[in-house]
């Protein structure tokens, strides 16, 4: 809204400092502060009605340090982080642009889904809050609006540089004007590592007969399908302990604000030999706003917490993270980004899946970890909580500085 204020001001005007509205380093700049403003200081005020409405954490028996002080915690708190990422959003964004229409879309969605659980955990009394098959419903519908708009929607596109001629005399300087092709629609994705670090979904079809291009919708919406779940499922099973959900994502994102920019960057595309995504920088104003709603809830969400973030919160974070990775072709890189992620899922996929593997051999079933998710595994071993949080932080900082490394590793 202030974006297109300000704008008619300067149009109409020429108001003095309106320009600013233009860049959009400016307008992410006020998104974080506005975004740690609100959740610090209202974020106070929703905890307080959370507690008036007796929106507690109902905690299971681990058996791990420390956990009975944990039950009667407001839970929900993932409320704080989407009203404090979408108020600065509505205000400073641009509202038609359609990488932030999916990113409000996502919020929205996996909020509503993630709330539904809380809430029947909570006033319904049932520990098991929405049954997981209709949570992996909404994950899917989620992933196929993404994947469809991503395929089919003429706002998102790609620009390759113009390849001269080998047997051009040109010769081309550092001086010389960057020349693109015109915006086209594409697949193509980034491969980490890779010299020709590109791969085109549509490559696993079209090798039958090229004419499948125009079905690779059948290949790429599946796989954002999966990647959409995997995330955010991923976000929700690290949300175990004070603060590591929170300040993981925060991280994470932090590292994506910089992706969505270069590559929203016709120079800095060009300089690191990044894909050049038109309009995509535009998402910068939304992560950064994001950035400060989770920075935020850490102010109250660090040990001993305040407040949890809920499946509201989990599944809203894990939402977000897959579609910013998927709108900056940079999906491929979730296994080292999310390596936080990746960790938690694998453990409980390997716990699960040996215990049941023992116990059909040997009629027993036996444990890799001590428990799962991984944090868990630490906090039996008697590690404190504080500790285990930091040194996943630390974890999240080196796999976010390798995925950074990649830009230019090939």
């Not at 779940?229 to 910089?258: E, P, Y």
């Not at 590559?263 to 950035?291: H, K, Q, R």
């Not at 993270?321 to 899922?345: D, H, Q, S, Y």
């Amino acid at each position: 809204m202030l974006y297109y204020l300000f704008k008619y001001f300067e149009e109409e005007f020429n108001m003095p400092g309106a320009s600013l509205f233009g860049f959009i380093t400016f307008r992410a700049a006020i998104a974080f502060v506005l975004s740690l403003a609100f959740s610090t200081i209202y974020g106070k005020r929703i905890i307080t009605f959370l507690q008036r409405q007796q929106v507690g954490e109902t905690v299971r028996d681990l058996g791990l340090e420390g956990q009975a002080q944990k039950a009667g915690t407001p839970t929900m708190g993932g409320i704080i982080i989407i009203l404090a990422t979408l108020i600065p959003v509505f205000l400073l964004c641009q509202l038609d642009n359609i990488y932030v229409v999916m990113l409000i879309i996502t919020t929205v969605w996996m909020g509503l889904i993630g709330f539904t659980d809380d809430y029947i955990k909570i006033f319904k009394k049932d520990k098991g809050g929405l049954k997981g098959i209709f949570k992996v419903i909404g994950q899917v519908g989620l992933g196929a609006i993404i994947g469809s708009i991503m395929f089919f929607h003429d706002g998102v596109t790609i620009k390759e540089e113009k390849v001269n001629p080998k047997n051009s005399q040109e010769l081309i300087t550092q001086n010389s004007p960057i020349e693109f092709e015109a915006a086209k629609k594409s697949t193509k994705t980034t491969i980490p590592f890779v010299r020709d670090n590109e791969f085109d979904y549509a490559s696993l079809i079209d090798w039958i007969d090229p004419s499948l291009a125009n079905w690779a919708w059948l290949v790429f919406i599946p796989i954002v399908i999966i990647i959409v779940t995997a995330v955010s499922n991923g976000a929700n099973l690290t949300d175990g302990i004070d603060g590591l959900a929170a300040g993981t994502s925060a991280i994470v994102v932090i590292t994506l604000a910089l992706f969505a920019w270069i590559s929203g960057n016709i120079v800095f595309s060009d300089y690191l030999n990044v894909m050049y995504i038109p309009n995509s920088g535009e998402m910068v104003v939304f992560i950064t706003a994001f950035a400060g709603a989770l920075v935020g809830f850490l102010w109250y969400n660090t040990f001993p917490a305040q407040v949890f973030m809920g499946d509201t919160g989990s599944l809203t974070i894990g939402g977000i993270i897959a579609v910013l990775a998927i709108a900056t072709r940079k999906e491929l890189l979730i296994p080292i980004l999310c390596g936080v992620f990746l960790m938690e899922n694998l453990s409980v996929m390997m716990q699960v899946s040996w215990f049941k593997y023992t116990k059909k051999r040997h009629g027993e079933g036996r444990r890799i970890f001590l428990m799962s998710p991984l944090h868990h595994h630490y906090q039996k071993r008697g590690i404190h909580e504080s500790k285990i949080v930091v040194r996943f932080w630390i974890v999240g900082i080196l796999l976010a500085i390798i995925s950074v490394v990649t830009l230019k590793m090939r």
